[in-house]
């Protein structure tokens, strides 16, 4: 398998570089078999590439110790299930994937590419192919996953990491990385029409598509390793700030300040210059992102810290940099706009404002990314940025840019009325302000919170108003209430997808409001039979179950949990909603407890690691989370126990199926008679290719 895996390598190594080179001396020598041929390549390259990840997935699953990473990332008792997170757990398989999964995206990217994009093509081929080329040089000289041992293969393997050995491992690595890689997708058809002197928008559609696809993507991995740490982590948080959950984050957000400005281009035209510069910086972020992931000098709990590969990860990024910008400020007379936005409140220019709050917040996180850097350089001082600085920065703009959520597509194109202004936002803006006097007279005095849950409020009856109306106005047309809705969804299927999408991440909001202002957490030490009360819950400690396994010892309390009439119990308060009070309920429970259920929370000693690995019990409802940690079980038969109250987490994981549908809603193809008359539009709003372009594109198009 390792030859197989190396063959595979310089195979696809040949084949990206020939494509680079082929598709641009093709295109400038104008030789169209050459083009050709240069675009074989990259599907070819694809083929290579899945082959040499073939390889090492086969040696795994045969448990081949003769390969280093093979070795040191498996062994014989690892459930082969996890086989394929054991893959990329490591740094040479996860640079394996990365490159399996560029090449991939790359062959999909230039199949789908449509007919009017051909010109452009060839340079997006060069991108696509070059980068590629950067990864598989990587492998062979740097990273190889395929180097084996020199003498005998050792008989057994180090193993898996015991953090990795969880469902949400099949799919958060994998997702994020996907995403991160795939910016380059959208980035290559920008800089292929920039390249190519294709300066109208024919790249425009496919370049929405792809980002829109990477966007998603990159979102779910998020909210997928949310989940993960949530559930594994042992610490009661979903999102820490991590230097890696960052830089997987600040791209995201430029992508979604993207698909939001491209609508602009597509509608009336304008912002082009804006875009670019926009996917620019969302590649050179990614490539700053694997960086800092392959061993850069930012401290993270997910990075590969005995990797040597950061030098070489910050040249790439560098050049991708100058190449990026460069190609920009080359082209950049042509980017100008025909139009300039005419008023202020316009949804043109709600979608601006909103793009300079989504990279304020990216630049408010990069600095605290970066900035330990600094300091340790200029004054030899090390420092770390923890979760309060972005908190408390980055919580205000992001409010705001949830506001603008509901702003924004309510207003017209170009200009609004005051009339219209008091026709759309009157009822949300009542709702809002009932939301927050509603939550003031029930006695939450939290007042930052308060405000939020009224923006979500005002976001929420804002698309509600909009629905109701579109789906009234076909009613009266003869549609039944259930067709009308659906015809108005299908009708503009990107505006609505949407739609969805800002509610979830409304939900989204909403169970980090609940978890950051509302959550209660204690400390305890419990033995057999004792109980703790937490708000309206009592925990009681029923034994230890001890198991081990070849990899593993384990250790699990059994924890009986009920909820409490707390009038019946004489409770000393010892915070505003915690009481710590332990008692011992040997004989029983008092009258109005109710049984609600069992939690079964462990910890797993990994020998081989010697690391500790902890799963939390969680009983979770759309109200609140019951959170129990065991921190440590203790040589008298009792166990030390962490317990949260986390009001509305559930929504936070209830907003990734809603994520997922109004992506999905946004990509759907439109029927082809709907397809006909969007591009023929999008043609009329095209610019002339001499200095015709303000002539083509005078009239009103709303």
Not at 351 to 373: D, E, H, I, Q, R
Not at 564 to 584: A, V
Request: glycine share 10%; no cysteine.
């Amino acid at each position: 398998m390792a030859d197989l895996g190396v063959i595979s390598l310089l195979l696809g190594l040949g084949l990206s570089a020939y494509a680079a080179i082929g598709s641009v001396v093709g295109q400038t020598r104008g030789v169209p078999a050459l083009i050709v041929s240069a675009r074989r390549s990259i599907y070819l390259s694809g083929a290579a590439s899945t082959a040499a990840a073939l390889a090492l997935l086969t040696a795994f699953m045969q448990n081949d110790f003769s390969i280093e990473y093979v070795h040191g990332h498996s062994n014989t008792v690892l459930e082969r299930g996890f086989t394929l997170v054991a893959f990329y757990s490591g740094n040479e398989g996860s640079l394996l994937y990365i490159l399996m999964a560029l090449a991939l995206m790359s062959v999909a990217a230039v199949i789908w590419a449509p007919k009017r994009f051909a010109r452009s093509l060839p340079y997006t081929i060069a991108v696509l192919a070059g980068t590629q080329a950067f990864y598989y040089v990587v492998l062979i000289f740097f990273a190889s996953p395929f180097t084996t041992f020199p003498g005998e293969a050792p008989l057994e393997g180090l193993g898996l990491n015991p953090l990795l050995e969880h469902p949400g491992m099949y799919s958060h690595p994998p997702i994020i990385m996907a995403g991160l890689v795939g910016i380059t997708i959208p980035f290559a058809y920008a800089a292929g029409a920039l390249i190519s002197g294709n300066y109208g928008d024919d790249w425009v559609d496919i370049a929405r598509v792809s980002g829109i696809v990477i966007w998603g993507i990159l979102g779910l991995g998020l909210l997928i390793g949310a989940w993960w740490a949530y559930t594994i982590l042992g610490w009661g948080g979903y999102w820490s700030w991590d230097p890696i959950e960052n830089v997987a984050f600040m791209p995201w957000l430029v992508m979604t300040a993207f698909i939001h400005s491209i609508m602009v281009q597509k509608r009336r035209g304008m912002f082009r210059m804006w875009n670019v510069a926009l996917l620019n910086i969302a590649f050179v972020l990614a490539q700053l992102g694997m960086f800092i992931n392959r061993g850069g000098p930012v401290v993270s709990v997910h990075s590969f810290a005995s990797s040597s590969l950061g030098a070489i990860f910050i040249s790439f990024m560098m050049v991708s940099l100058v190449f990026a910008f460069g190609i920009f400020l080359w082209r950049y007379p042509q980017l100008k706009s025909d139009r300039t936005v005419e008023s202020f409140l316009s949804r043109e220019a709600s979608f601006l404002v909103n793009n300079f709050l989504l990279l304020a917040v990216v630049a408010v996180t990069l600095w605290g990314v970066v900035f330990p850097v600094f300091s340790d350089l200029a004054r030899d001082v090390s420092v770390s940025i923890a979760a309060p600085y972005f908190n408390r920065v980055n919580g205000p703009l992001l409010l705001a840019v949830v506001a603008i959520m509901g702003v924004g597509p309510l207003l017209p194109w170009r200009r609004t009325s005051a009339r219209s202004v008091r026709s759309w936002f009157v009822w949300p803006t009542l709702g809002g302000l009932a939301v927050i006097a509603g939550l003031f007279a029930s006695g939450i005095n939290e007042w930052v919170a308060v405000i939020a849950f009224g923006v979500l409020a005002f976001v929420a009856l804002a698309i509600a108003e909009e629905w109701w109306r579109g789906t009234a106005a076909r009613h009266r047309s003869g549609d039944s209430w259930p067709a009308a809705y659906w015809n108005l969804i299908s009708g503009n299927r990107p505006r609505h997808g949407g739609y969805i999408v800002h509610l979830a991440v409304l939900a989204l909001s909403i169970g980090i409001i609940g978890t950051q202002f509302f959550d209660q957490r204690v400390d305890v030490s419990l033995l057999p039979s004792e109980s703790a009360i937490i708000d309206n819950y009592r925990v009681e400690f029923v034994e230890i179950t001890e198991g081990a396994r070849a990899d593993r010892i384990t250790t699990s309390a059994r924890l009986d949990i009920y909820k409490i009439n707390r009038s019946e119990y004489d409770l000393d308060q010892s915070g505003y909603f915690i009481d710590t009070h332990k008692y011992d309920l040997r004989g029983g429970s008092y009258p109005g407890d109710r049984a609600i259920g069992s939690l079964d929370p462990w910890q797993g000693f990994y020998p081989a690691f010697n690391q500790v690995s902890v799963r939390s019990g969680i009983r979770s409802t759309p109200v609140e989370d019951l959170y129990l940690i065991p921190s440590n079980f203790n040589s008298d038969g009792s166990v030390a126990l962490r317990m949260s109250i986390n009001p509305l987490a559930m929504w936070l994981w209830i907003s990734g199926p809603i994520f997922l549908l109004g992506t999905v809603v946004a990509l759907w193809p439109a029927p082809a008679v709907e397809r006909s008359i969007a591009t023929a539009r999008n043609r009329r709003r095209a610019p002339a290719p001499s200095g015709a372009a303000e002539k083509t594109m005078s009239g009103d198009q709303t």
